[in-house]
């Protein structure tokens, strides 16, 4: 009798139960003409759930009805309601975007090939904690669009060449699903890159923190994630910046699935489908991996000259004023983004060939030429591989190795004695080096994907006698008949092969 009272007390908000493909129950209601979405199991429903009971009954209820009333609606949400996909900051599709202004109102930005209005969400926006709101869009001319852009460029410390990958990666920002870039900046002292990082994630996920910690493990990445829509990393440093976090953040960006264990129970693990768009700077080059390196855009910034330094509350001031205008400048190109994604063509074989599209499809609202995007970011890929592999003495002794070669042949055993002929003691006594035939196999896994960048593609055949027989092949070399005797050894003479799958 209890719980129908506190059912029917919350029937007069017209709520909905629901669940997530992980079984966690919500419940939305409309309060105060506001259609609000809360976890059923969440603290912050109980505290409404109290404040409503005492405000109807002048008591609170006491813990064992506040236990069953949610006992009830958790079981009715996931054995009853319907299955949702709840998300934060942006819900949609790549026809239709939801954006949460994440203010008093609760409306969001809709978004299609149509146009832009604001209006009550028809997906499911999930607030958190920090989030700060985005300012109201308004209709802009194309050449209004080309002005504010050119405002958010002026306070940033970016070449053109680098601001088109800056507009690219504010639009993925509104992307619906991802894959994500990981944006990478990297500067001394005093170039902005902190600065070009927060004017991001202000007109994209704005936040009372901008940066985060880096995640000591799975669990804090996903509470970080489920917070955010866009991560965003300040001052890595080679020394806590590690291979596990490398793994981490290219698993993030590209949406795989993340795995924990669930807490107080004893079946199992929780599997976390979530992507996000990361952004993190620093001194040194924390981008070493080839897993991290193809999804990374990364940019090098100078210092800033003493004659046009500001203060960061001065830049915040500025940040500030121009962050409207921006934030309408991107809806408005998100509208021609929606309207062209899908006629879209492009011919690439890059990882991050949806970035590629959906960034090409805005083109033509931001005044660029055809294909101005695909060229900056497939140039700043082959800039990140050749930064990863620069830090690694096996890559640059491979490369070195290769130089006047346009094929070579042989066993693994043979290949690791000709590169430790050829180069000195100190390169060799590094903790990376490989000291065995197995090592070095273990380690062309790792640098394959950028040295094939290069154009330096490393192929495994059949066993001959007891071990694998390598084949390196420079494809930078103008020798194609020679580079074409080896490939012609390779099962398939059209795919770069890894072990015995296609690369």
């Known amino acids: ?15 909905e139960l ?6 966690q129950p919500y419940i939305r209601l409309t309060y105060n003409g506001k259609k609000i979405l809360l976890k059923v199991r969440g603290e912050e429903f109980k505290s409404f759930f109290k404040y409503q009971y005492n405000e109807a009954n002048s008591n609170f209820p006491d813990a064992k009805l506040l236990k069953n009333t949610i006992a009830y609606l958790e079981g009715k949400a996931i054995y009853e309601g319907s ?3 709840p998300d934060v900051r942006l819900t949609g599709s790549t026809s239709l975007l939801e954006i949460d202004l994440c203010d008093d109102s609760y409306l969001a930005v809709k978004i299609s090939a149509e146009g832009f209005e604001v209006r009550e969400p028809e997906g499911y926006l999930l607030r958190r904690h920090g989030q700060l709101p985005l300012p109201l869009p308004e209709l802009m001319t194309p050449e209004e669009v080309l002005a504010a852009m050119q405002e958010f460029k002026a306070i940033l410390n970016v070449s053109e060449e680098q601001f088109v990958l800056v507009m690219g990666v504010l639009l993925m920002g509104f992307h619906p699903a991802g894959p994500y870039p990981v944006l990478f900046v990297q500067g001394e002292y005093g170039s902005a890159k902190g600065s070009l990082c927060e004017a991001i994630k202000s007109v994209v996920d704005p936040n009372m923190t901008p940066h985060t910690a880096l995640p000591a493990n799975v669990a804090d990445f996903l509470i970080q994630a489920m917070s955010n829509r866009v991560l965003s990393f300040d001052n890595l440093s080679d020394y806590t910046f590690n291979k596990k976090h490398s793994d981490l953040f290219a698993q993030m960006a590209t949406g795989v699935g993340l795995r924990r264990r669930q807490l107080y129970t004893d079946d199992g693990e929780c599997v976390f489908n979530v992507s996000r768009m990361i952004l993190m700077n620093g001194i040194d080059d924390v981008v070493t991996q080839s897993d991290l390196g193809s999804r990374t855009i ?32 991107i809806v408005n190109i998100l509208v021609q983004v929606l309207r062209n994604y899908h006629s879209t063509e492009i011919q690439s074989d890059a990882r991050m060939f949806d970035m590629i599209q959906w960034v090409t499809a805005g083109e033509n ?14 140039l700043n890929q082959l800039e990140v591989m050749e930064a990863g592999l620069g830090s690694d003495p096996l890559a ?17 055993s043979r290949l690791l004695a000709c590169l430790n002929a050829g180069t000195d003691r100190g390169s060799r006594s590094g903790a990376h080096w490989p000291r065995s035939a197995i090592s070095l196999g273990r380690n062309l896994n790792r640098i394959e994907t950028n040295l094939r960048a290069l154009g330096i593609a490393v192929t ?8 694998r027989t390598i084949t390196i092949v420079n494809h930078n070399l103008s020798q194609p008949e020679i580079a074409e005797n080896c490939i012609s050894k390779v099962p398939d003479k059209g795919l770069l092969v890894s072990g015995s799958e296609a690369a």
């Open 18 to 23: 629901a669940h997530d493909d992980m079984r």
């Open 396 to 412: 640059v002794a491979i490369i070195r190795f290769m130089e006047g070669k346009p094929c070579w042949n042989g066993s693994i």
């Open 298 to 329: 990364g940019l090098s910034l100078h210092r800033v000259d003493s004659a046009n330094r500001i203060s960061m509350e001065e830049f915040r001031r500025r940040l500030g004023r121009i962050r409207p205008r921006m934030f309408s400048a």
């Open 460 to 467: 495994r055949e059949g066993r001959s006698a007891s071990e």
């Open 83 to 85: 299955m949702i996909k």
């Open 365 to 378: 609202a931001m005044g660029w030429e055809p294909g101005t995007f695909q060229r900056a970011y497939e």
């Open 1 to 15: 009798m209890e719980i129908q009272t506190s059912l029917h007390l919350l029937e007069g908000m017209q709520y």
